[in-house]
């Protein structure tokens, strides 16, 4: 009987906790997340934006189908990521898979392009398989859907150099930042506002085509005069403000607004020229680019970075079109190389630059630092192992292109190209008389809210034009180039970083340590781990089954 009640106690035990773990599963929403890279945790910015979902969303996963190892992972994360999202969500987040080359015919090529139009482009996927290899077309991107509205965004990028898995690992280590990003943009009420500074001749024609699409889904692109604002008030409404090749200089007033405008806490980001390269003079004999004054340099190392008066050549470098004669009645383009078109493909692990493919710089200019106190100089960008500095005058000649350069002449490596500036700043107008028209009591003498971006090459962010139709190009698109450059996605990461560091954009900078077998030590080894593997517990269950048979039969002996 005490036997009994004993029994009757332990299963009231088990039957009793497992009641109340399930209640509180049922009422009572935690995660432990047992993992050293919190692989199934997100950031508080992506908590905000999952807790603010106000209806159900879908996702259609485009990768399916048989898939080899590193895909399937891939592939795996993708759903993971979702569940992860949807644990967190304050609305369902369902998802399925779907591929595009599955649907009907008379829907699947208008569906195909419209994934192409967010940035979704089928890859080739070879596996190996049964002695050969094979291919086929993969989708690797998701849609996000509500009711509304759906936005698309392609999930396997990585950086030019990188091996097939570290491509793989990045787009694994970025997921909660693009997935997340696309949920943000679905479900956006308002977007925010960006300034480009007009007046200095920065744009012309559609040169500000790929930078208003390239910011588009997430920035409202304003042209912004500066002799037209009276006071620096009347920018704080900019979550930053682009100053883009400015072909004539800024007068003290229009320095004394973008001076204060940081000081208050808006964004600056210069894209300047400091040599004046004229291409239409570079046939023939050629030309020589020449220094040019922005009227920004004074400003600009008052925060601790000076634009050199040089230009750099990279032996990894892009092409430019040039007329090689007529066929016919049409003339007859050819891209050359071209050492002023800079390749860059060193990136700094930052969020606004880790695993981005290449950039390119067409004509720019050094960059050096100089002391600023409270000032945090970050180099983002930086040029090949085989780079050279030209000083003032330079020559600029077409016929420059058919000579092969002279690789020792290119002694210099990884030159920075792009810094970040960060701190506290302090005002270039400090202990200086302010210009007319304004007060001494609105003057802020320091700021450490504002960010300062600068880049030594004004066309980095203008588009190139197609050169048989002139139509302009999105950044990034090179008319003569294989691959697609990254100009576009460094431009959206820096202004997404620049408003809000904290945000999303932060999760850009997970890792995950790939772990690989030691294939040496598991091949040397391998009859050992299957013996433990298969033989040890078949003999585990017979020694246990033998020593129980062998004590029953003692003990009935005794009987």
């Known amino acids: 009987m005490q036997k009994m009640n004993v029994v009757v106690r332990v299963l009231l035990i088990v039957v009793g906790s497992w009641v109340l ?25 992506t908590q905000d934006v999952l807790s603010g979902l106000d209806e159900p969303l879908e996702v259609e996963i485009l990768l399916t189908g048989e898939l ?15 569940k992860t999202f949807n644990a967190f969500s304050s609305a369902p987040i369902r998802f399925f898979y779907q591929n595009p080359l599955d649907l009907p015919a008379d829907i699947q090529q208008e569906y195909i392009l419209v994934l192409a139009e967010y940035g979704i482009t089928p890859t080739n996927l070879f596996a190996s398989q049964q002695g050969g290899q094979t291919s086929r077309l993969i ?27 570290e491509i793989l690992n990045h787009s694994i280590e970025n997921l909660e930042f693009e997935i997340g990003q696309a949920i943000k943009r679905l479900v956006a009420n308002y977007q925010r506002s960006v300034g480009l500074v007009m007046g200095h001749g920065e744009m012309v024609l559609d040169e500000g085509y790929g930078l208003v699409e390239a910011l588009n889904d997430d920035f409202e692109v304003y042209k912004v005069p500066l002799e037209q604002a009276g006071k620096v008030e009347d920018l704080l409404d900019f979550e930053a403000l682009i100053i883009a090749g400015p072909r004539e200089p800024f007068d003290e007033r ?18 300047i020229d400091q040599m004046a390269v004229n291409l239409e003079d570079a046939g023939g004999d050629g030309t020589v680019a020449m220094p040019f004054d922005s009227g920004l340099d004074d400003l600009l190392f008052r925060y601790g970075i000076r634009i050199n008066r040089d230009l750099i050549q990279d032996l ?65 960008i930086f040029s090949s192992e085989y780079t050279r500095r030209l000083q003032p005058p330079v020559r600029v000649a077409f016929e420059d292109m ?12 990884r030159l920075p190209l792009a810094y970040l500036l960060e701190g506290s700043f302090t005002s270039y107008f400090k202990n200086r008389l302010l210009p007319d028209g304004f007060e001494q009591e609105d003057f802020r003498e320091t700021g450490d809210a504002g960010r300062v971006l600068v880049v030594g090459d004004g066309g980095f962010v203008k588009s190139m034009l197609n050169p ?27 202004l997404q970083y620049l408003s809000e560091p904290e945000g999303i954009i932060a999760s850009r900078t997970k890792q995950y340590q790939i772990r690989p077998l030691n294939r040496i030590k598991s091949r040397s080894q391998q009859t ?24 029953r039969k003692q003990r009935y002996e005794k009987l």
């Open 68 to 82: 080899p190892g590193g895909m399937r992972r891939f592939q795996k994360a993708i759903e993971e990521t979702v």
């Open 528 to 551: 050992f781990w299957q013996l433990i593997n298969v033989a040890f517990p078949v003999a585990l269950v017979a020694a246990v089954g033998s020593i129980r048979y062998f004590l």
């Open 21 to 45: 773990a399930y209640g509180l599963g049922e009422t009572v929403r935690f995660r432990w997340d047992l993992t050293e890279e919190k692989r199934f945790s997100v950031s508080a910015a």
């Open 316 to 380: 990894n470098f892009g092409y430019h079109p040039v007329v090689a004669g007529d066929f016919g009645d049409q003339s007859q383009i050819v891209p050359l190389p071209w050492p002023f078109y800079v390749m860059a493909g060193r990136m700094a692990n930052h969020p606004i630059t880790k695993g981005l493919d290449q950039v390119q710089f067409r004509f720019v200019s050094s960059l050096d630092t100089v002391k600023a106190e409270g000032v945090q100089k970050i180099p983002l």
């Open 139 to 165: 989708f690797p991107g998701i849609v996000v859907r509500n009711e509304d509205f759906e936005v698309g965004t392609l999930l396997l990028k990585g950086e030019r150099g990188m091996s097939p898995d």
């Open 468 to 494: 048989i139709t002139g139509e302009p190009l999105a950044l990034g698109e090179d008319p003569f180039g294989e691959t697609a450059l990254a100009n576009r996605a460094f431009l959206q990461h820096a």
């Open 402 to 413: 058919v000579q092969e350069p002279d690789v020792e002449a290119f002694g210099q490596s």
């Open 254 to 271: 229009e320095k004394f607004l973008l001076d204060q405008y940081l000081m208050y806490g808006g964004n600056l980001l210069f894209f």
